[in-house]
């Protein structure tokens, strides 16, 4: 079969809020072929990635997204991946490309998967699905109280873990960051899963960062998520040579492979965050899986949208 349309579908509350919530808006895919359709979403902002799908050719290696998806052939699980490759080949220089790409992907590995009657992590390799631990993900109180509160909130709804993360962590002192990690870990209690996401505040201040480590050990933090910014290689790594029973966390911002890879190699990270709805799709994220098994460290799913992209990401 091949693939016959591809429907993109942007859609966006009255208002949105200068808030971080990235669910206010999206763009949905839609993929038609032989009679079957299958589902996406591209985690990115949506008016660009509709402009990557269909602005006019700028020369050989910067063609819309579409030049390389009508019309391929779509039987089975090598065709997703040569289709990807035509999109990086040919939109090299596009940089929206492999967000827009991403739910695409994660559309033809669903289309296949109804096609064949196959779920998609039976078509991407896997023997079998895995339990996953869910966690609630919430900001940081604009109180230390506040923080406690949350924890409270996740824990009596059934969460033994969660994610605090952004608020006012980093734009005080020290101390004022150390009292809602331990408003954090009271919340939720002595056995809970703590994780905290910091959202690059520190940018690639190391000593800033290393500020903060007492404190995130003596509350048992699971991670510290994202100190610094996508492609701050040399803080990662110095961070991590300075932390002891906290690990860090990071790579949401990682478009392709080889971002996660350096990440991987070069940052000291213990957790590779990558969002299949970003990186590339589900080829691309399992290609990130697989390596970072190999070299021990934890690959975990980011997902900040709908439950298309919740779903991909499970």
């Keep these: 079969m091949r693939i016959e349309s591809v429907d993109l579908l942007y859609l966006s509350m009255p208002e949105v809020l200068d808030i971080a919530d990235g669910s206010q808006d999206a763009v949905l895919v839609r993929v038609v072929a032989g009679g079957y359709e299958g589902w996406g979403e591209c985690e990115s902002s949506p008016l660009p990635s509709l ?5 006019p050719m700028s020369h050989s290696i910067c063609k ?13 699980v090598a065709d997703i991946y040569h289709i990807g490759d035509l999109v990086r080949n040919q939109s090299m220089d596009l940089l929206q490309a492999d967000h827009i790409f991403s739910g ?27 339990a996953k631990l869910p966690y609630a993900s919430m900001l940081f109180g604009d109180t230390p109280q506040e923080t406690l509160d949350k924890g409270r909130q996740a824990r009596t709804q059934g969460f033994r ?29 002595d056995d809970g899963a703590l994780l905290i996401d910091v959202g690059t505040v520190w940018r690639d201040n190391v000593d800033a960062a290393a500020q903060r480590l007492p404190a995130l050990e003596a509350c048992r933090a ?20 300075r932390c002891e029973g906290v690990k860090l966390a990071g790579g949401e911002g ?10 991987i190699d ?15 799709g589900l080829s691309v ?11 021990g460290v934890t690959y975990v799913n980011h997902t900040f949208t709908f439950h298309l992209a919740l779903s991909a990401s499970l």
């Design 51 to 55: 402009a990557g799908w269909i602005a």
């Design 64 to 76: 819309p997204v579409q030049a390389s998806v009508i019309g391929q052939r779509l039987d089975d």
């Design 104 to 130: 695409i992907d994660m559309a033809l590995w669903d289309l296949l998967g109804h096609r064949l009657s196959e779920p998609a992590w039976k078509l991407l390799g896997y023997e079998r699905a895995y």
């Design 161 to 189: 873990a969660a994610k605090f993360g952004w608020g006012p962590i980093g734009l005080g002192s020290a101390q004022d960051d150390a009292d809602h990690f331990v408003a954090a870990r009271e919340g939720l209690g």
């Design 222 to 241: 699971t991670w510290l998520e994202e100190p610094f910014v996508s492609g701050a290689l040399s803080a990662y790594h110095a961070l991590a040579q």
């Design 254 to 263: 990682c478009h392709n492979f080889y971002m996660a890879q350096h990440m």
């Design 266 to 280: 070069y940052a000291g990270i213990g957790f590779i965050q990558i969002d299949a709805g970003r990186i590339g």
């Design 285 to 295: 994220a399992k290609q990130v899986a697989d390596y970072a098994h190999a070299r």
